[in-house]
């Protein structure tokens, strides 16, 4: 089992860098150059910060990273603003591309607006501007895998579910598609949820321990974690791995309200350890101590396994 690491830092001085659209419309009223070394200067950062998290992971034996969304801030409003020419898009690319991964597995995860399933077509639009923003950084990078949660229900889950199933077969280029894949979430969609939309798109779905725990709060579940595993394992078939999110709740586990907020670090009576029987799943950590509680959890682990091995 590879542990996941989410985006950014918590100690570690490997930052990536943002700027609001507002701010780089100001600048370009004074300026369009100024605004242009602006955004160059973020997005130089950030291409050199992605590698020096990587360089981080492959010394700390972390196995997997989740890219972030913002390497490119606003990279649409950028193009309309001319700030970005295509020819300069074509550059950040090839930097992109220049990327030493070192192996380590990628991931992108875009934002609850994302929202396929909408009614609103100006969400709809939005979602797939977004979407193209991260197959734009996803693609040099060689990553396939970009995580998505299925929505709101608006009243009417069947309805939604619906939506989102024509406007991901209509709308999401063929080649593209099965580079996403899907999540149970704490308040609407269940991992069985998510395994019939999946397994209907031909995609995969990610399983988030902690949010099917925060569901069943709700809707008692009728199977097992590790089933739960077992059924998403089959939509990764063929691909060498299975994604997997964990996280601990902040304020424990009295109330669905308590649950949903992730805690600094993993609580080991929080870790499946039956996961441990399975080499080729990637756990993403979603704690908010980040690069801390990989490493915190690895002594758990540790531990964990020592102990058992001293049982046999």
Request: hydrophobic fraction near 35%; aromatic fraction near 8%; charged fraction near 25%.
């Amino acid at each position: 089992m590879e542990l996941g690491l989410c985006c950014k830092f918590y100690r570690e001085p490997i930052k990536f860098r943002i700027y609001t659209l507002s701010n780089i419309q100001k600048i370009r009223e004074d300026s369009a150059d100024a605004a242009r070394e602006k955004v160059f200067g973020v997005v130089h950062q950030n291409i050199r910060s992605l590698q020096d998290a990587l360089d981080y992971c492959r010394d700390h034996s972390i196995g997997s990273f989740r890219v972030i969304s913002d390497m490119i801030p606003h990279l649409t409003s950028m193009r309309k603003l001319n700030l970005l020419t295509e020819h300069d898009l074509e550059q950040i690319q090839m930097q992109l591309s220049e990327i030493r991964t070192h192996n380590i597995f990628l991931s992108m995860h875009p934002g609850q607006h994302v929202n396929m399933g909408s009614p609103h077509p100006d969400v709809v639009e939005n979602s797939l501007s977004d979407l193209n923003e991260h197959f734009f950084v996803a693609e040099p990078l060689g990553c396939t895998e970009i995580n998505i949660h299925v929505g709101g229900m608006y009243g009417n889950k069947p309805l939604a579910v619906k939506r989102f199933m024509e406007n991901m077969h209509t709308r999401i280029p063929e080649d593209k598609l099965p580079h996403l894949t899907i999540e149970n979430d704490e308040l609407n969609y269940s991992v069985e949820d998510v395994i019939e939309i999946a397994s209907e798109l031909g995609i995969r779905a990610t399983y988030d321990i902690h949010h099917q725990r925060c569901y069943e709060m709700r809707h008692p579940g009728t199977k097992s974690e590790r089933e739960y595993l077992e059924l998403c394992r089959a939509t990764w078939d063929g691909f060498g791995y299975q994604r997997v999110h964990l996280s601990s709740p902040k304020f424990g586990s009295t109330s669905l309200a308590k649950s949903r907020p992730h805690h600094d670090f993993i609580k080991i009576d929080d870790f499946p350890q039956w996961l441990l029987d399975y080499p080729d799943v990637h756990l993403d950590i979603e704690a908010k101590a980040k690069e801390l509680a990989i490493a915190d959890l690895q002594q758990k682990l540790k531990r964990v396994i020592n102990e058992k091995e001293l049982c046999v």
